[in-house]
């Protein structure tokens, strides 16, 4: 399958979205179901036809397309330091878990008996993101330095905040690899910052 820019914009987002949402889990306790539902639902697409089926659309991954825009161009706060610093560590682990094809077919496995659990539990049941979250854990986490998410202690230390935090950075670890399937690179998104700022942009409209 060839890809093209925006595919490696969406998939580059997809990332984006992931760690605004583990940020706000962080932050506040709380994330919209809706939000977390579907970029949970990516990590089970193993048969989509093109990238953009792996989201659905693009209101699924709103935000990680505006933080991604802003970034690029140029606007970015304070409080963005985190969002970047989770971004940069999800596509260095992602880049050491290529290196293991044997891992990834065990996620692959892994992700197969989590989704005949979705049988009788909805993609955003704590059933589902416990498993999940232990996929994160004892597969993905070890391989490489660990993410230390910041937050407000009383959010991080709840057992179904940290559940979901971790489910979501494997979320992004699926977006991660698809970014690279898409040929998307450090390299080529500083060679093509502006094509992904006009992507970007063009995708939100």
Known sequence: MEYNQQDRTLALAGIYQSV??????????????AQLT???????????????????????????????HDQLSGNQNKDDIDITR?????????????KSPSMMDKLASELENTRSKMDYFHVSHENIIASLADIYQQHISPIGPKIMVQGEHTYLSQSRNANKIRALLFAGIRS?????????????????RKKYIDSAKALLK
């Not at 989201?55 to 933080?67: E, F, V």
């Open 86 to 98: 989770y971004v940069i560590q999800l596509l260095h682990l992602e880049k050491t878990l290529k």
């Open 38 to 68: 579907s970029i949970l639902e990516t990590l089970f697409r193993f048969d989509a036809n093109n990238v953009m089926d792996v989201y659905g659309d693009t209101s699924t991954i709103k935000k990680g397309l505006t933080a991604l």
């Open 20 to 33: 605004i949402l583990v940020k706000e889990v962080a932050n506040t306790g709380n994330v919209a179901d």
């Open 176 to 192: 991660a690899v698809l970014w690279r399937q898409c040929g998307g690179s450090r390299w080529q998104l500083l060679l093509s």
